[in-house]
Every structure is written in C-alpha cells, then in structure tokens.
C-alpha cells in the first residue's frame, strides 16, 4: 500500500509511511528519499510560541546528537509557517532558560504545514481535540520507511523524550537479535527470549534454564541484553 500526502488514510504500525515534500526550517526535505537507511522520528506540536511545545523542542535539541547515534533523524512539525517557526526557534536560543538548557539551537527540521497536508496523511489533526491545532504525536520510521511506533499526546501534556528514545533503542535491539523487551526494559538489562513453538521446544529450553538463559517457565525466559 502506498500513502501520499494528499490521501486520508492514517498509517498504521507497520505501513509505509506516507510520502512528502516539505519546506523546513533546514531547507526543502522529500520524505523518505532524503532519510534512506535512517530511522526518522516525526513528530507533531500545536502551535509555534506554545510553553510546552518550547520545553519539548529544548529537550528534543539537547539529546539530537543521542538520536544521532542510533542512526534517527529528527523532524519537527505544526500547522504554522516557515517565518512563525524561524522566529519561535530564535526566542529558544536567544531567551529561553529551561531545567539548565540554555542558547538552545534546534537544528532538525521543523516543517512549516499550513495547508495541513502532512498533517492529514499521518492523522495529527483530531477534531475532538482541535480543528485547526496538530496533536502531539509522535511516528518512528524505521530504515525501510515502515511505520513501527505511533504515540498520542493530548495538547495540554508534554512527551517524555527519554520514553522515546528507550522505545527507539528497544525496537531496534529486537530488530538486530530477534528479542523481545519486557516492561520498564533499558539497556543493559535482560531481554526476553522468543517463546519455543513446540512442546519439545519447551522441554529443551527449560532443560537449558540456567545457562545461558534463565527461565521463569517455559513461555517466559530471559538473557542478558545483546546489545550491551
């Protein structure tokens, strides 16, 4: 299936992500032709000059080179234009101290959507919260351009940037070493180990409990994290 930026159709998780051309605060980007082979957080604000939209785009800008690492591109979006958000981000660096982050620079992208195109194709706008207002939602693409996160905000709360990164982090362990994460899972802590699919599966990986993985039954086993 293929998404545009003039259809109605949301992504799902597992979808390709909808495809769009944008001016930015960074120049003109084409989505996902100028993020191959990287993993893309999309992520919607209100509106421009906002107080919680300001405290995300600090912490998001603070921890870009950490997204940089794990191969993750950010791109910022509202439903304001390109000189409402040349403005709001120079107030950041210029007057903005926050929680000791200051002279913040945000340098990702920020799309200016005020034909609301980009918005309707990832279903940011939900009338029930506001018409003319982006919720704050949040996509992670992986390398392939598929959809693999989608988180929901409402206006008035901010994100935890952290979450974020730890979910982004999770998925692409599970992607490398075919794991899973359990609950409240961070780097360096046990991972889970996919479930046996057969009943002789079971009695060998409960007969292999202790080694090099440990199980609370035979449907729940852990190891230590791949990745650390």
């Given at each position: 299936?293929?998404?545009?930026?003039?259809?109605?159709?949301?992504?799902?998780?597992?979808?390709?992500?909808?495809?769009?051309?944008?001016?930015?605060?960074?120049?003109?980007?084409?989505?996902?032709?100028?993020?191959k082979?990287?993993?893309?957080?999309?992520?919607?604000?209100?509106?421009?000059?906002t107080?919680?939209?300001?405290?995300?785009?600090?912490?998001?800008?603070?921890?870009?080179?950490?997204?940089?690492?794990?191969?993750?591109?950010l791109?910022?979006?509202?439903?304001?234009?390109?000189?409402?958000?040349?403005?709001?981000?120079?107030?950041?660096?210029?007057?903005?101290?926050?929680?000791?982050?200051?002279?913040?620079?945000?340098?990702?992208p920020?799309?200016?959507?005020?034909?609301?195109?980009?918005?309707?194709?990832?279903?940011?706008?939900?009338?029930?919260?506001?018409?003319?207002?982006?919720?704050?939602?949040?996509?992670?693409?992986?390398?392939?351009?598929?959809?693999?996160?989608?988180?929901?905000?409402?206006?008035?709360?901010?994100?935890n940037?952290?979450?974020?990164?730890?979910?982004?982090?999770?998925?692409?362990?599970s992607?490398?070493?075919?794991?899973?994460?359990?609950?409240?899972?961070?780097?360096g802590?046990?991972?889970i180990?996919?479930?046996?699919?057969s009943?002789?599966?079971?009695?060998?990986?409960?007969?292999?409990?202790?080694?090099?993985?440990?199980?609370?039954?035979?449907?729940?086993?852990?190891?230590?994290?791949?990745?650390?």
């Amino acid at each position: 299936m293929e998404y545009s930026a003039a259809t109605n159709n949301l992504p799902l998780i597992g979808d390709p992500a909808p495809q769009f051309k944008a001016l930015t605060t960074q120049g003109p980007i084409d989505f996902p032709k100028d993020y191959k082979h990287k993993w893309v957080i999309l992520f919607s604000h209100p509106a421009d000059f906002t107080p919680v939209c300001t405290t995300e785009f600090m912490t998001f800008a603070t921890m870009q080179e950490d997204f940089k690492a794990l191969n993750c591109a950010l791109i910022g979006l509202s439903i304001d234009s390109h000189f409402s958000h040349i403005a709001w981000l120079r107030t950041i660096k210029e007057k903005i101290e926050y929680k000791g982050m200051k002279n913040v620079e945000v340098n990702f992208p920020v799309i200016a959507d005020l034909k609301m195109e980009v918005a309707k194709a990832f279903g940011m706008l939900q009338p029930s919260a506001s018409d003319t207002q982006a919720v704050r939602a949040v996509f992670i693409m992986d390398p392939k351009s598929k959809v693999r996160a989608i988180l929901y905000y409402p206006l008035s709360n901010g994100r935890n940037m952290e979450e974020i990164k730890r979910l982004l982090t999770a998925m692409q362990r599970s992607d490398a070493h075919q794991i899973a994460t359990p609950a409240n899972w961070q780097p360096g802590e046990d991972v889970i180990v996919p479930p046996p699919g057969s009943c002789g599966a079971a009695k060998d990986r409960m007969d292999q409990s202790g080694k090099d993985i440990h199980c609370l039954d035979w449907f729940l086993c852990l190891k230590k994290d791949p990745g650390k």
